[in-house]
């Protein structure tokens, strides 16, 4: 039970890190990005095409790919998401979808179906002893950095200036403008950082799951649903339901199997009826 509940953490990272970036694009922009989910399978893909055609290894693509993505995401949101947000919100979704077909298309025409395999780098090719059993040593890795990574975020957020004001202008964007805060000025780099953490968990999930380009269609369902457990544009609640979501669909796995594909929405619907702005969210943020 406790490896089976180490493995729900392990997938939880994940979830925490796309939901993250869902989270801060949508508390400050109001925007459903769907095309996260492809950014995501361009960062697996990203690492693989370094790897492939170009000989660069893991730990360059892992800083490299969430780079370049995260530039790609300002220029989409300069480009397009900026004009079709003063129109329905639904415009910006529309787009969104489109373009993560477009992506899934143009991979698919360049690669095809079938998983392309990537290795695990050398460093991390082995077990670590956590005392009661032994684990892989590259997931250990994919836990600490998600969990360094989203709380060096949060410290970002709460214990300096700017971070106070990215943070009150993604959960209360309209009481910050009111406030005098140029909220439009923040939108380009919070966007651009929300598609580079879906790259980064695109580039660790590259030597653990199948790099395909259907692997961010299969996972952004699920990541929504997390955020909307968490609260929409709740950033702490985003990231702590997604690590709990990670573990319940674990634990569904080893107990409930039948059950195990629909837990997570069977848990979105129950919140959703006790609590409708999710557990972490602000019922203001439904009027």
Request: glycine share 12%.
């Amino acid at each position: 039970m406790l490896q089976q509940a180490f493995n729900g953490l392990v997938g939880g990272a994940f979830y925490a890190l796309l939901a993250l970036g869902l989270a801060v694009i949508f508390g400050m922009l109001g925007v459903v990005n769907f095309a996260h989910g492809a950014f995501y399978m361009l960062g697996a893909f990203g690492s693989y095409v370094l790897l492939d055609s170009f000989g660069v290894n893991f730990w360059v693509s892992l800083f490299a790919v969430p780079l370049v993505l995260g530039l790609l995401g300002t220029l989409l949101e300069r480009l397009f998401i900026r004009r079709l947000a003063p129109l329905d919100p639904l415009y910006n979704f529309l787009f969104t979808f489109g373009l993560a077909l477009i992506l899934q298309d143009l991979v698919k025409r360049e690669y095809g179906v079938q998983s392309q395999p990537y290795p695990r780098p050398a460093l991390l090719d082995g077990t670590v002893d956590l005392g009661l059993f032994t684990y892989p040593g590259y997931q250990v890795f994919v836990l600490a950095v998600s969990l360094v990574l989203c709380g060096a975020v949060w410290l970002v957020l709460t214990r300096t200036r700017v971070g106070m004001i990215v943070r009150a202008a993604t959960e209360r964007p309209e009481l910050t403008r009111a406030l005098g805060v140029d909220v439009g000025r923040w939108v380009t780099p919070v966007f651009g950082f929300g598609i580079a953490l879906a790259g980064l968990a695109g580039v660790l999930a590259a030597p653990m799951r199948a790099v395909n380009p259907l692997m961010g269609a299969d996972l952004i369902i699920t990541v929504f649903a997390v955020v909307v457990i968490g609260g929409l544009g709740s950033i702490f609640g985003s990231v702590a339901a997604g690590f709990a979501i990670g573990l319940v669909s674990a634990l569904g796995n080893l107990y409930v199997p039948a059950l195990s594909q629909t837990l997570v929405f069977i848990l979105m619907a129950a919140v959703l009826l006790w609590r409708p702005a999710g557990l972490f969210g602000r019922e203001e943020a439904l009027s």
